[in-house]
T-cell receptor
């Protein structure tokens, strides 16, 4: 059972370009979460998605950032018109449907975005 | 979610037990204590979680005080590979939305 797969692992973009980060959850997981970690800082929650639905986007910047988790295929975090301040590690986590604290979220290895 | 307080850093000798404290004095009755760790900028790794009883798994033990205002993560025989940032998170959410603090950087030394 493969873990959470993120690609690419490293992404370099010039200022003003678009960045697309992909996350394939673990098999059987229908919940996806995106986190951002700026250099030398802790992880910050960005968005929580279920298939075809955004459940909680309270951590998403108001502009240029969007996320989706389509019925088929991976979850995508999209950053338009990237700026140097977007340089960070972006982590995806997934969890199965659950009604109690009977399991945990599993994280991918992250995508390191560098804006030059 | 309740706020947690952890020491910024700790050292531990290889082979000895590592005891990582966490204060969560404002924890509510329905909030769980979770521990994750992040090894050298890899993705965070789940360690253990509990509500009020002490818990043990193959990685660690979690000791929660009776008043639930603090807890301790115990790595019984620390190895160099346990060097990481350890995050104590308190949450009532049964989803994977986690609020990470600054954590404790554990340095295991030979």
């Amino acid at each position: 059972n493969a873990g959470v797969m993120q690609n690419p692992r490293h992404l370099v973009r010039r200022r003003g370009q678009e960045a697309r980060l992909r996350c394939s959850p673990m098999k059987g997981h229908s919940h996806v979460y995106w986190y951002r970690q700026l250099p030398e800082e802790g992880l910050k929650f960005m968005v929580y998605l279920q298939k075809e639905n955004i459940i909680d986007e309270s951590g998403m910047p108001k502009e240029r950032f969007s996320a989706e988790f389509p019925k088929e295929g991976p979850s995508i975090l999209r950053i338009q018109q990237v700026v140097r301040g977007d340089s960070a590690a972006y982590f995806c986590a997934s969890s199965p449907v659950r009604t109690a604290h009977d399991t945990e979220a599993f994280f991918g290895q992250g995508t390191r975005l560098t804006v030059v | 979610d309740a706020k947690t307080t952890q020491p910024p850093s700790m050292d531990c000798a290889e082979g000895r037990a590592a005891n990582l404290p966490c204060n969560h004095s404002t924890i509510s009755g329905n909030e769980y204590v979770y521990w994750y760790r992040q090894i050298h900028s890899q993705g965070p790794q789940y360690i253990i979680h509990g509500l009020k009883n002490n818990e043990t798994n193959e990685m660690a033990s979690l000791i929660i005080t009776e008043d639930r205002k603090s807890s301790t993560l115990i790595l019984p025989h620390a190895t160099l590979r346990d060097t990481a940032v350890y995050y104590c998170i308190v949450t009532a959410s049964n989803t994977g939305k986690l609020i990470f603090g600054q954590g404790t950087t554990l340095q295991v030394k030979p």
